[in-house]
């Protein structure tokens, strides 16, 4: 069952297309809608031609399209019902449907003219049958009961019919829209006869039905072309625009014919295969590099099973889908990419292989700049925070050190770029500290900032000479750990030294007491832990009091601060603190509200971490 991915998603979402009404739609959302449902589609150019008008025979198509006979129609074998649409004629079988369904009628004469444009009141009878209406259902005599009732029911949204109107492709194109959602004469949602999904609001929902009619996924194999039925209109790749060309080996695409859209996807996981389960001989999830993954291939389950190509122990690469789980796999030494990141930890680890034997190996972790911890084996040591790379291909095997390689420059407003290097699309980002704290970043997080040759630990290049791996030395401060200190003891007497802090961190209160004095006060704060989970430091944030909130910056007489994606908010009342949203501590009138920003040395750093607010 194929299941709709982040990158699928997330075009969707920038299309604006997961659910529109057609008196919200524009013209764009619209047309992508009957593309998808393959009720209307381009030329070969992709050209939607909307200002042409619309013949009978044409709309006869869009119709059986549109209807639960839209996989019936051979338009190699036609059956002629008129003189004018002889059997061998492109709209014969669908003019067949069409008629035998009683959307349409011949002439009296016994010819269908399927040349002749459709007129409004023409195409508002055919759909109101399509719906269950009868002439009979409807009050009042032909063309104006037709054209009343297809404007009751919504079939006209966003575009103006009149009777002897001919039907463009725009208009046209909007009527099948506006279909999808009518009421049927039985009193349900015409969509839901076909089986396309609603949203809760009653809309269209778009995703569902590109999903609907994705074929896939398949594997771009080595020195074979992407295999598609159609010319390809548009290409996304790990959900930026795209060429075939682009769409590398053993990456995982999906098409949509109606769309004539290629969907690919280049993740993947190296490791050890170290588990299956429920079991080896019908794995519906694997663990490599210390982490589990779905299988949703029945290739890929037969390759990781006990009578496949791969066993506990092997070192496979895992091609991922559109929806993060497993869609093939191939052996590690196959896989040409290199993944990097920085140590954060190191084990002992064990599997028990094919034969039941139990194998034990030395692992790291690494935190990888996609932001995922992986396990690797190795044979070598390296201390927590070490940049690594891991590769499998070629010469290069398992585990290796990264040398450093530094750069500086600020990074242009709309994050594109860092002094004189572009970003490639889809660069990776990692900020990590010496503690074992890491985060992903993207380029608009750090828009705008001056990296230091010290920001920048290391970064690599593609053949362009475009930036596509960097990891940072905690530049943001977007690693660590902030809260508020609720009460703060501390003593130093002597030989006495105590230290007593209550604290409340993302909504969760907490308390810390032993021989260490951080010299701290009461309010926002920075905590420091080591990969252990160790506390290492605490350190006051600034304050200022806030003049104007807005959910992206806080205002005082001092200036104005960008809050933090994931800044905490807090309502104190008495000597408690409630987690809540920006939103509800906006209204300055009603609140006093605090911001505690960040003023220690990061270079894109200076964000509000927390605020707390006290209504007045």
């Known amino acids: 069952m194929k299941r709709i991915g982040a990158g699928l998603l997330a075009l969707c979402l920038a299309l604006g297309l997961l659910a529109l009404p057609a008196s919200a739609a524009d013209s764009a959302a619209v047309q992508a809608t009957v593309q998808a449902l393959g009720i209307m589609e381009g030329d070969e150019r992709g050209e939607m031609n909307l200002d042409a008008n619309v013949t009978r025979a044409q709309f006869c198509k869009m119709m059986v399209a549109a209807s639960a006979y839209r996989d019936t129609v051979d338009e190699e074998g036609g059956m002629s019902l008129f003189g004018d649409v002889r059997a061998s004629h492109w709209a014969a079988e669908y003019v067949r449907v069409a008629v035998e369904q009683g959307w349409f009628q ?5 010819t269908f003219r399927p040349e002749k444009t459709i007129t409004a009141e023409e195409a508002a009878a055919a759909l109101l049958r399509l719906l269950g209406y009868a002439d009979s259902d409807l009050a009042g005599t032909y063309p104006n009961a037709q054209l009343s009732k297809f404007r009751a029911l919504g079939l006209g949204d966003g575009i103006r019919v009149s009777r002897g109107q001919v ?7 909007y009527m099948f829209y506006n279909l999808m959602t009518a009421q049927t004469k039985s009193g349900g949602v015409y969509a839901t006869t076909l089986g396309y999904t609603l949203t809760a609001g009653g809309e269209l929902d778009y995703a569902a039905i590109v999903e609907k009619d994705l074929s896939g996924p398949y594997t771009k194999s080595p020195g074979e072309a992407v295999q598609l039925p159609f010319s390809a209109a548009a290409v996304y790749r790990n959900g930026e625009a795209a060429s075939l060309p682009e769409i590398d080996t053993y990456d995982i695409y999906y098409y949509n014919e109606n769309l004539r859209t290629v969907y690919a996807y280049s993740s993947r996981v190296t490791g050890t295969y170290t588990a299956a389960s429920p079991s080896t001989m019908s794995p519906s999830s694997v663990t490599v590099a ?3 993954y779905e299988v949703s291939t029945a290739a890929a389950a037969y390759k990781l099973s006990a009578m496949g190509t791969f066993s506990v122990g092997d070192q496979v690469t895992l091609l991922m889908g559109m929806d993060g789980t497993v869609a093939d796999v191939i052996a590690a030494a196959e896989n040409d990419q290199i993944t990097y990141g920085v ?8 599997y028990t292989d094919e034969s039941g034997a139990v194998q034990t190996s030395s692992t790291v972790r690494v935190a990888c700049t996609d932001g995922v911890v992986r396990e690797y084996e190795t044979a070598g040591t390296y201390k927590n925070g070490a940049m690594v790379s891991v590769s499998y291909a070629g010469s290069q095997s398992g585990v290796r050190s990264l040398s450093g390689r530094s750069l500086s420059g600020r990074v242009s407003a709309d994050g ?3 002094g004189e290097y572009a970003f490639a699309d889809g660069v990776q980002i990692l900020d990590a500290d010496q503690y074992g ?7 608009s997080r750090l828009a705008g900032y001056t990296l230091k040759s010290g ?9 362009d000479g475009r930036i596509t791996h960097m990891i940072l030395d905690d530049a943001t401060g977007d690693v660590q750990t902030y809260g508020v200190l609720t009460r703060v003891e501390e003593m130093v007497s002597g030989m006495t030294i105590v230290g007593q802090y209550s604290y409340v961190q993302n909504g969760q209160s907490g308390s810390i007491m032993g021989s260490t ?3 701290v006060s009461t309010g926002g704060a920075r905590f420091l832990y080591d990969d252990e989970g160790q506390l290492q430091g605490i350190r006051n944030l600034n304050r200022t009091t806030v003049t104007r909130l807005t959910a992206s910056t806080a205002q005082s007489s001092g200036g104005t601060w960008k809050v933090a994606e994931d800044v905490q908010v807090y309502l104190r009342s008495g000597g408690t603190y409630s987690l809540v949203n920006v939103a509800a501590v906006d209204d300055l009138e009603q609140y006093s509200v605090t911001a505690y920003y960040d003023d220690l040395g990061y270079s894109a750093g200076g964000l509000v971490r927390v605020l707390v607010a006290t209504a007045k």
Not at 343 to 350: L, T
Not at 437 to 443: A, L, M, N, V
């Open 106 to 110: 011949g002439y009296s004469d016994g």
């Open 167 to 173: 039907v463009s492709r725009r208009e046209a194109m």
């Open 290 to 292: 210390g982490i589990s």
């Open 343 to 350: 140590v954060v930890g190191s084990s002992q680890h064990s």
């Open 416 to 418: 594109t770029e860092i």
């Open 437 to 443: 704290g890491y985060r992903r970043i993207y380029p």
């Open 455 to 463: 920001d920048v630990r290391w970064y690599a290049t593609d053949s």
């Open 517 to 519: 004095v951080y010299n």
